[in-house]
């Protein structure tokens, strides 16, 4: 990650202590200097080997170098036994104690302690707010005399001998103490260390409208981001890792050069329109004011851009058309680099335009190739009809208006199948001879011969005036009634003019046949 970060410290404020425990501490050895310039007849002197002392409740005594160089010891008062020292007035250190008691500048034991007590400690962080209190006590001669006792604390400074105050808890600090008194010297350090437990990490998040793109396609990026508690957001940003090269961050919401910083947003929104294929990554980062440095603390997206699949357009004009006619198909893609069709020849071209005459409604499909996949095309063209009837034998088809047919029957003899009728036909009656007597004219009680022939007909009867074809004739040679569609039959004797009807009942939808035919008696002619 690519960023300039403010500098930040959280460790321990420099300690400005020491720097006047050694004033101090040259001061104190001025003092001595002088009292023992102005007391040197009474005061003992010291050297590496032997230390001397005029006047003393001892008096005058040469000790061995490996002895204290203090001769006043209280434990033994004749050689070395011992090691406790006097301070010039003759007494011991109280208690023995010469980690916190020293000989001060009066000559005298000074005592001078310094104590600190931190609550809570550890603390939580806390980015804004006093909540660690620090409470101080000093004890010694001079605390509630002149010269006053007075404390010096790490990170705060100068104090009185005791007293109470608040601190933020932003990082573990140093307020260890020392106690000094103008008349008794100053004290030992006293380490107090308060510690902080770092606030809970920030919490990011990073979303996409959509994970997969094409190129040419926008989407969103949004982060979300979230200080730990007591903490508190600084700044924050989005990086990027495009398909190749490095990652970099993306200031154009929140970067301000002239300071070097980036917003400080809970929430930004990013759209991204890619230029180029390939997988990007995102993460959100965040700067708080306890975590200094730039984090995603392992949140990130990944976006897939891919090459942009066949854009196609695909028409057919006219889309509907009546049986017999031609519509005109046109097809046109974009990121393509073949095209194939179905019903119709694209010649593998992109883009063209073909008529087609469909004979009933047909659909026209293909489908268009490129780097960026594969895009289906399709067009239906619809087809009408008159409706129809025609023949395939015996069977009735009937031509619907969406082209399609439908078989309706299948007539039997003696009907029939005719283009144009959705019904199955009768056919009429077919005279292939009609009624006919041979001779017409006759002598007296001669014959004839009466004789018919006709198809298609349900029936048919001859009947003569004479009762000749029906029930009642008596006839020898042609007896019984004449019922056939055809026939030849002798008359009998016919005496008087004699009519004969043919009558056929036809099949329905037909009209009856009815013919007659009359034999006429030929005159007889007598001799006057």
């Not at 007849?41 to 080997?49: C, G, I, M, N, Y």
């Not at 395939?392 to 078989?407: A, F, H, K, L, V």
Request: with cysteine.
């Amino acid at each position: 990650m690519v960023r300039s970060r403010r500098s930040r410290s959280h460790a321990l404020s420099r300690m400005r202590g020491p720097r006047v425990l050694s004033f101090i501490g040259a001061l104190v050895s001025l003092a001595l200097i002088f009292a023992a310039y102005t007391q040197f007849t009474q005061k003992p002197f010291d050297s590496v080997e032997v230390a001397f002392a005029d006047t003393s409740t001892h008096g005058m005594q040469i000790m061995p170098a490996s002895c204290p160089s203090n001769p006043f010891d209280t434990d033994a008062p004749n050689g070395c036994s011992g090691s406790t020292p006097l301070c010039p007035d003759g007494t011991g250190a109280p208690n023995n104690d010469l980690t916190q008691c020293s000989c001060g500048q009066g000559n005298t034991w000074a005592c001078v302690y310094c104590s600190v007590s931190i609550s809570p400690n550890p603390a939580s962080y806390a980015y804004s707010g006093t909540p660690v209190t620090i409470s101080w006590s000093t004890s010694g001669a001079g605390t509630s005399n002149t010269p006053r006792t007075q404390a010096y604390i790490n990170n705060i400074g100068y104090v009185d001998y005791q007293g109470t105050t608040y601190v933020a808890a932003h990082a573990a600090t140093d307020y260890s103490c020392y106690s000094f008194n103008s008349g008794k010297g100053t004290g030992p350090w006293y380490s107090a260390v308060s510690y902080v437990n770092a606030p809970p990490t920030p919490s990011v998040s990073i979303t996409a409208g959509t994970q997969q793109l094409q190129l040419g396609q926008s989407t969103t990026i949004t982060g979300t981001f979230a200080a730990g508690s007591g903490d508190v957001s600084e700044e924050t940003t989005f990086n990027e890792v495009p398909p190749s090269g490095s990652e970099f961050s993306i200031p154009r919401y929140s970067y301000d050069p002239n300071s070097g910083t980036y917003g400080n947003s809970s929430s930004i929104s990013y759209p991204f329109t890619p230029t180029t294929v390939g997988s990007y990554v995102f993460k959100p980062y965040i700067i708080t004011a306890y975590y200094a440095g730039w984090s995603a603390y392992g949140q990130s997206i990944t976006v897939n851009v891919t090459p942009q699949t066949p854009a196609c357009s695909f028409n057919a004009s006219p889309s509907s058309v009546t049986q017999g006619q031609s519509s005109t198909l046109t097809w046109s893609c974009t990121n393509a680099t073949s095209c194939t069709g179905t019903n119709f020849s694209t010649a593998n071209q992109t883009s063209g335009s073909v008529q087609v005459s469909p004979s009933q409604t047909t659909t026209y499909s293909g489908s268009c190739t490129g780097t960026g996949g594969t895009t289906p095309i399709s067009q239906q063209v619809t087809v009408t009809c008159q409706q129809a009837w025609s023949c395939n034998g015996g069977t009735i088809i009937q031509t619907n208006t969406d082209c399609s047919t439908t078989n309706l029957s299948t007539c039997t003899a003696p009907q029939y199948c005719q283009n144009g009728s959705n019904q199955c036909l009768y056919p009429a009656i077919t005279v292939n001879q009609g009624l006919k007597v041979t001779p017409n004219i006759v002598q007296q009680k001669e014959t004839t011969q009466v004789s018919w022939n006709v198809a298609n007909a349900q029936s048919c009867t001859v009947v003569g005036s004479n009762n000749d074809g029906s029930s009642q004739s008596t006839d020898q040679s042609s007896p019984g009634v004449w019922n056939a569609t055809s026939g030849t039959k002798t008359s009998s004797a016919i005496s008087t003019q004699t009519t004969y009807t043919l009558s056929c009942k036809a099949y329905p939808g037909n009209p009856d046949l009815l013919q007659t035919q009359a034999v006429d008696i030929a005159p007889a002619y007598h001799e006057l």
